[in-house]
């Protein structure tokens, strides 16, 4: 019997070939899905990452949290670290899924610890106000 070892995760630093910027946004942003305000906040975090739309996340504290359930679901960056995931049953099948976070971002994406996003497909709406 061999012992293996688990493979190393890749890690990346953000650089010229893959920006990677969060800066605190200056507007509302505020999530619904069957009717019912799941976040809303003027504390949001806007992700810019190289070839991705901007990703809003928002404080744990300005989000509804009996709302969501967690799941098992997980997945890696290697810019930003594991990722794992909330679904919102009230929003039936397609909010499985809906929610993403990072329990333990990279130092690049520090700032985004204890903040959730929210797929635009797997929600009703996400109402984002900048106030510049």
Known sequence: MQNHKPKAKEIKVPGPDHTLVVVPFSG????TVSGRTVADTKRALQLDEAGYPSVYYIPREDTDMSLLVPTTHYTYCPYKGDCSYFSIPIGGPRSE????????PYD?????????????????????????
Do not use: G, M
Request: negative net charge; glycine residues 0%.
């Open 108 to 132: 690049a994406v520090a700032e985004i610890k204890n903040h959730l996003a929210f797929y635009p497909s797997r929600v009703d709406e996400i109402t984002v106000r900048d106030e510049q």
């Open 28 to 31: 509302t942003v505020q999530v």
């Open 97 to 104: 899924y809906a929610v993403w976070t990072y329990e333990e």
